[in-house]
């Protein structure tokens, strides 16, 4: 970001609050900007506003809710308007580099959206030096043609440095990479020893054949398995999950700081952990040869169940607090390397729970869920986090296999908590995990898109059946499109959020969805757990006037997720962009990812690191966008350039403050 200084200067502007408008033309909305100065409001009923300039923003900053005056309409152009007032903001704090003399210092945001940079008067630096990255909060801003005044909370590191950037990535979404005074020490005085009265009170597990699969570098195991034949010849399987919450209590500093972060975060060099690591690591971590306290669903299957050529058979379900002790902490690859060669520990369990969970799987194609396959990478992190290696994550059975049994005890977990709720006259409070229908105009614009790539796909009243979307995914497998395909297909879906009103998961074709196997990570979890007792033993019922409280909460986790994701998506695209910066002047293979006024964007087949290749770096013809058919097309050549074409490119820039990578064509 250049530096944009106004602090001082007053400048006219034909935009002014003196002209103050009617309010019955004012509307409140949510404020999108760009870092030019500029922007748009979108209303609750989806009206669209523009903002033509930085002083019709009036100080509202992106994801704002802001009042917005409405200028008067001009037939055949956009509707614009100017903000009144902020009713509520989205942010206040924000990392950013420190460019100062001996005069002033201004906190030059990283944030993609800020279009303008924080005045910092010099006594509010904490010691921050010229190039410093530091965490900045906005303390004043009345005036839209002067800078924001802001305060240096912390100094993050020196730009650049890897635990600088790693931490800011996280501090940028609000995301403290260490607990506040107190959390510790509360979590040091949490009883380790289960008392004899509360195993009592527990359905006892600890003989059962239970073990655990995780990924190699896991430190905390949320969830485990248990598999039993029975004296008919059918077969229980537990689903057993850390009981976070017999430890953390309501009305706990720890849970007042779990709920604050949502989740756990998970950077290319770090997790950052919703609860302290006494907890996360030790006491809830179902670890092997210990006892452990577990929240569990527990499911009987028919012995044809695992047949092949057979149905699958459910016979019987009980949920509640157990006791376990995991005989077996398997990897991902130690289990799959047991199912594939039939030898090691467990393999006539490892192999029956795959054969059962391959028909779970079936069941759910069927009907309907969306068979989704995104490519993820792994890095390798030499000395002071410089990538050595970056490479495509293997997805193996055994992912599929836990896959399928937390999906199962998600679902019915819901489908029992919902059922209970019905019969208590409805209207109580659960938190379900939701995914609603695609909107309709962007699977049109899906599908438009797709069938510039020679795919058809067709709408019938207005939505698109997932049987047909699937039919495009498996059509597309093993193409170079694939992968762009898939990508804009989860572009084109709703996000799955959190919510108190069911309507049910689209992507996954479940009527009833929750989540419950993750309390270690996910805060609405461990929400989860404390209402689902209480619908189990149905004391303490929650009440309806509960309802706001959940309804927030839901709202508030869903927020934290996102932040989370942009987190990790911000880690993973630093250390791609600081990887490929050894690299300029090498060729690569390449998909075309995305057309834009811009140039064309293109993610490296390896490493999956997008850059952009310029209009200006196309020099052999003279380019003109097709964006009907998501294409370029030479005006003397006719030679086109399609997304999900695949192609040979040059790496000739990087920039590693802006994440930025530049190719060229090497053809």
């Known amino acids: 970001m250049q530096p944009n200084h106004h602090h001082y200067s007053r400048r006219d502007s034909h935009h002014n609050q003196s002209h103050s408008p009617q309010p019955k033309n004012t509307v409140t909305g949510k404020l999108f900007t760009s870092p030019r100065g500029f922007g748009f409001v979108i209303t609750p009923d989806e009206q669209r506003i523009d903002i033509p300039d930085k002083a019709a923003l009036n100080t509202g900053l992106h994801g704002d809710t802001v009042l917005v005056a409405i200028h008067p309409e001009k037939k055949g152009e956009p509707t614009t308007g100017e903000v009144v007032r902020v009713e509520k903001r989205a942010k206040k704090r924000f990392v950013g580099t420190v460019q100062k003399n001996t005069r002033v210092a201004f906190l030059l945001p990283d944030h993609k959206k800020m279009y303008t940079d924080i005045f910092l008067p010099l006594d509010r630096l904490k010691g921050a030096k010229d190039g410093d990255k530091v965490l900045a909060e906005i303390v004043k801003w009345t005036d839209a043609n002067k800078n924001p005044e802001g305060t240096v909370l912390q100094v993050i590191g020196k730009k650049g440095e890897h635990e600088t950037e790693m931490r800011a990535a996280a501090l940028e979404r609000g995301f403290e990479t260490s607990f506040p005074e107190g959390i510790e020490e509360e979590a040091s005085h949490i009883k380790h020893e289960v ?215 998600n679902r019915m977990v819901a489908k029992y908590a919902s059922d209970q709720i019905q019969k208590r006259g409805g209207n109580l409070p659960f938190i379900y995990r939701v995914h609603d229908e695609p909107d309709p105009e962007r699977m049109e614009e899906f599908i438009t898109f797709i069938g510039s790539l020679g795919y058809h796909l067709k709408m019938k009243d207005g939505a698109v059946s997932s049987k047909d979307l699937n039919r495009v995914l498996e059509e597309s497998k093993d193409t170079p499109e694939e992968s762009i395909i898939h990508t804009a297909a989860i572009r084109t879906m709703s996000k799955a959020v959190y919510s108190t009103v069911n309507i049910g998961h689209f992507g996954l074709a479940f009527e009833f969805y929750t989540h419950f196997t993750s309390p270690i990570r996910r805060y609405p979890d461990m929400a989860v757990h404390r209402l689902f007792q209480e619908y189990l033993t149905g004391e303490h019922l929650p009440k309806k006037e509960d309802l706001a409280k959940y309804k927030n909460l839901t709202e508030h986790s869903s927020e934290r997720e996102q932040d989370a994701a942009e987190a990790e998506r911000d880690s993973v695209k630093y250390k791609q962009t600081e990887f490929m910066q050894t690299k300029v002047g090498e060729i690569f293979t390449g998909v075309i990812s995305g057309i834009s006024k811009s140039g064309i964007f293109v993610q490296e087949e390896e490493t999956l690191a997008e850059g952009l290749i310029r209009f200006r770096d196309l020099n052999d013809d003279f380019y003109e966008l097709d964006e009907k058919n998501y294409q370029l097309v030479g005006q003397n050549t006719k030679k086109t350039y399609r997304l999900g074409d695949e192609i040979k490119i040059k790496l000739i820039g990087v920039n590693l403050e802006r994440k930025q990578i530049d190719y060229a064509l090497a053809e």
């Open 195 to 409: 008392s004899e009265e509360e195993t009592s009170k527990r359905r006892d597990f600890r003989n059962v054949t239970t073990f655990t699969i995780d990924p190699a570098d896991a430190k905390d195991f949320d969830d485990a398995l248990s598999y039993e034949e029975k004296a008919d010849g059918n077969v229980e399987i537990g689903i057993h999950i850390a009981d976070v919450t017999h430890y953390v209590r309501p009305g706990m500093k720890i849970d007042e700081e779990a709920f604050e972060r949502g989740t756990s975060v998970y950077l290319v060099d770090r997790t950052i952990p919703m609860l302290p690591e006494v907890l996360s690591n030790d006491l809830c971590s179902l670890r092997p040869n210990e006892d452990r306290l577990a929240f569990s669903a527990v499911f009987t299957f028919s012995k044809n169940s695992f047949e092949a050529g057979e149905k699958y058979e459910m016979t019987d379900a009980w949920y509640g607090r157990t006791i376990i002790h995991s005989d077996r902490r398997f990897t991902y690859k130690e289990a799959e390397d047991v199912l594939k060669s039939g030898t090691g520990d467990f393999p006539h369990e490892i192999q029956r729970l795959y054969a059962l969970s391959q028909k779970l799987k079936e069941e759910r194609f069927r009907n309907g869920a969306v068979q989704f396959e995104t490519e993820e990478i792994k890095m390798q992190l030499g000395p002071e986090g410089v990538p050595l290696a970056i490479a495509k994550t293997e997805h193996l059975e055994t992912h599929g296999l836990i896959e399928e049994y937390m999906l199962l005890a």
